[in-house]
């Protein structure tokens, strides 16, 4: 690809990355440490005249946000990774790497999706899915350098964010949001309960997302000679900041003027 070209594209694909990305994390951590809080102290009345109004509006942003960040997030993938041989794999292609890397991170929704449809206790789950997730950039490790894992883990938790926004958050929020207006049937109390645990892994790895997505910029981090555990350690804390947030969200603090 001409260098040129490539680095237009670079630059449109990025802004667009940028800016929808932050209309979609912006929103999700609005629904996670802000309105989950609020609705809380909703009575009957309440619900019935915010909800429909709220919600439809807020989850338009959140959904196209999830939709934008993802395809520009993919486009990006190809136009610096596979197009600007930024795969670190001298025995392979750029495109082949890459795209190896791509179905893995397809398949980890596969997985995710089907691990949490069956598991019951959170702990469990959380422990089960580092593991998964350890798994996987050792993999991305064997064929693809230190900046690309981190990428290639960023999507990964990106790709499993977005699928969760299409096919598990907003068709239950529908079926919410139609209950509380009375245009359809009360919803089961699974569909509630679906839709905020997916919003809240989202939350979870929003937080390893963003360090992944910004890592590109220092070598030091991700030219470290075991960059996959590195990876594996900031996910870690990245977990253990977003646990500190949703603790501090359920306290007084937040509320008082």
């Known amino acids: 690809m001409d260098s040129n070209l490539n680095e237009w594209l670079n630059l449109v694909f990025r802004w667009i990355h940028v800016l929808a990305g932050v209309m979609w994390i912006g929103h999700l951590w609005f ?82 999706d089907l691990l949490w449809k069956n598991m019951k206790n959170e702990t469990t789950g959380m422990i089960v899915s580092l593991v998964l997730f350890a798994l996987v950039v050792f993999i991305f490790h064997l064929f693809m350098g230190g900046r690309a894992v981190f990428i290639y883990a960023g999507s990964l938790f990106g790709t499993i964010m977005a699928a969760n926004v299409w096919m598990r958050i907003w068709p239950n929020q529908r079926k919410i949001i139609a209950g509380v207006k009375g245009t359809g049937p009360a919803a089961d109390p699974s569909i509630p309960a679906i839709a905020s645990l997916r919003s809240k892994h989202n939350t979870y790895m929003s937080f390893p997302l963003i360090f992944f997505m910004v890592s590109n910029h220092f070598p030091t981090v991700y030219g470290a000679d075991a960059a996959w555990v590195v990876a594996i350690v900031f996910v870690i804390v990245g977990w253990g900041i977003t646990k500190f947030l949703f603790n501090k969200s359920a306290t007084p603090a937040p509320a008082k003027f």
């Open 31 to 112: 629904f996670n440490f802000v309105n989950a809080q609020l609705a809380k102290t909703y009575d009957a009345d309440s619900r019935k005249k915010v909800v429909p109004e709220l919600m439809p509006r807020a989850l338009y942003w959140f959904r196209w946000g999830a939709a934008y960040t993802w395809v520009s997030g993919i486009l990006l993938l190809w136009v610096v990774y596979w197009a600007g041989n930024a795969m670190g794999n001298d025995r392979m292609s750029s495109y082949g790497s890459g795209g190896i890397g791509l179905l893995i991170v397809l398949i980890g929704f596969v997985v995710y």
